[in-house]
């Protein structure tokens, strides 16, 4: 299996570019996949420049580059100080994130992340996790159903689909993607099934792995990991994480407005560059996946003491 069998880099030429790389330079690939980002980012540095990548997936290991200038580190971006610190690694000169779920994800039948596919609930990005879409479905009581299929599904029918799943899991349990896709059929709107699918999927894939809280995590410690000068690349695919992403450049936190100094001067940690970046009609006839995908860059800027 290649890297390019195994996921079609979304937004590469233009994610790279982003960094901006300096070819002697330090950088992370925090979503190493099918290593698409990560080999365009090694074609642009020279020999003393470096990149750490991360992936929770251990598929992710047969792409691995044979390169003396590459590192890959098997855990989620949720972590990367610490395994920075560990490879003696103080600051960065930029930090690339994909956070999409990739091709090889979708197409093996058995990770249980397509609604196309009928195969056991499964949906975890780390197959060494143990929390998964079948406990999720199974276990979790109707309230906190109806809360995650409303807030990371962002779906209106959040409260129907939750009573339907908790009537027929005392029935019997729900075990596979197909049988979640028959309990859920009475509540899809003609034409929308496979959208409204796609958001009950998002929002048990989000729960599973925890993505939002990750994202936040690996954002909160990008501040004084990358030099001033140094810049961010993140690639999100919905509003949930784009929002986090988008506000982050803003004001460096979640909620609220941007911090100032006594006289006023804006204290976020970074600075927008460009404005928003999505596929254009090429890529999306290439790989319709792409879609969705919302590229932001940013710079971090040197505050004022």
Do not use: W
């Not at 954002?219 to 509003?239: D, T």
């Amino acid at each position: 299996m290649t890297g390019m069998t195994y996921h079609d880099p979304v937004l590469l030429q233009e994610a790279v570019d982003g960094l901006n790389p300096d070819p002697s330079g330090t950088y992370v690939d925090v979503t190493f996949g099918g290593g698409g980002h990560s080999r365009e980012i090694l074609k642009r540095l020279g020999p003393d420049g470096k990149l750490i990548a991360f992936d929770q997936d251990g598929d992710a290991g047969v792409n691995v580059p044979e390169d003396e200038r590459f590192t890959l580190v098997a855990a989620n971006f949720r972590y990367i100080k610490q395994y920075l610190k560990f490879y003696g690694i103080v600051q960065v000169d930029g930090i690339l994130g994909d956070f999409g779920v990739s091709s090889h994800q979708f197409n093996q039948a058995e990770r249980g992340f397509s609604l196309r596919m009928d195969a056991k609930l499964d949906m975890r990005m780390d197959q060494g996790a143990t929390l998964t879409a079948k406990e999720v479905v199974n276990t979790y009581p109707f309230e906190a159903l109806r809360e995650l299929l409303g807030t990371y599904g962002e779906l209106r029918k959040a409260a129907p689909m939750a009573r339907s799943i908790v009537q027929e899991r005392e029935k019997q349990p729900i075990v596979t993607t197909g049988q979640l896709n028959e309990v859920l059929k009475p509540h899809l709107e003609r034409r929308k099934e496979n959208k409204m699918l796609a958001q009950v999927y998002q929002a048990i894939r989000i729960e599973v792995n925890a993505e939002l809280e990750a994202l936040k995590e690996f954002l909160l410690q990008c501040e004084p990991l990358i030099r001033p000068g140094g810049r961010l690349s993140l690639i999100s695919y919905h509003s949930l994480e784009d929002r986090l992403v988008k506000r982050f450049i803003r004001t460096g936190k979640f909620q609220g407005e941007v911090d100032k100094d006594f006289y006023g001067n804006p204290l976020a940690p970074f600075r927008k560059v460009g404005g928003l970046i999505v596929p254009g009609s090429e890529e999306l006839e290439r790989n319709p996946r792409s879609r969705s995908a919302k590229l932001r860059i940013a710079e971090r800027v040197a505050l004022k003491n």
